[in-house]
Nanobody, 115 residues
Framework: QVQLVESGGGLVQPGGSLRLSCAAS????????MGWYRQAPGKPRELVAT???????RYAASVKGRFTISRVNARNTVILQMNSLKPEDTDVYYC?????????WGPGTQVTVSS
C-alpha cells in the first residue's frame, strides 16, 4: 500500500504562482510513475504533468511552459510548480503514483485562480 498526502492548494490571483506537493509513504519501492491530474465538477479527470523514475516528464499542452513537475526524493515526493496561473486552471488537483500493477491517488487539493 502507498499513502499520498497533498498540500499547497489555495486561492491565487491570475498570473500568480502556487506549489503543490505530494508526499508518499508505505511501499514506494515499486513506484515508477508519478503525476498530477485535475478535475472540474462534471468533467473527466485530465492529465496535467507526469514524471517517471528515470526523470522523463510529460505535460498537457495547456500547461506546458507554465508548470514544472519534479521529484524531491527518488520516489517519495513529487512537486508541481505552477506559474502564470489562469482562471481556467481552477480545479481539484490529484497526485497519482503508480507501479506496474496498481495506481494510487491522493485525496485532492483545491486550486482556485480568481481576482
Amino acid at each position: 500500500q502507498v499513502q499520498l498526502v497533498e498540500s499547497g492548494g489555495g486561492l491565487v490571483q491570475p498570473g500568480g504562482s502556487l506549489r503543490l506537493s505530494c508526499a508518499a509513504s508505505g511501499n514506494i519501492f515499486s513506484i515508477y510513475y508519478m503525476g498530477w491530474y485535475r478535475q472540474a465538477p462534471g468533467k473527466p479527470r485530465e492529465l496535467v504533468a507526469t514524471i517517471t523514475s528515470d526523470g522523463t516528464t510529460r505535460y498537457a499542452a495547456s500547461v506546458k511552459g507554465r508548470f514544472t513537475i519534479s521529484r524531491v526524493n527518488a520516489r517519495n515526493t513529487v512537486i508541481l510548480q505552477m506559474n502564470s496561473l489562469k482562471p481556467e486552471d481552477t480545479d481539484v488537483y490529484y497526485c497519482n503514483f503508480a507501479s506496474a500493477s496498481r495506481a494510487y491517488w491522493g485525496p485532492g487539493t483545491q486550486v482556485t485562480v480568481s481576482s
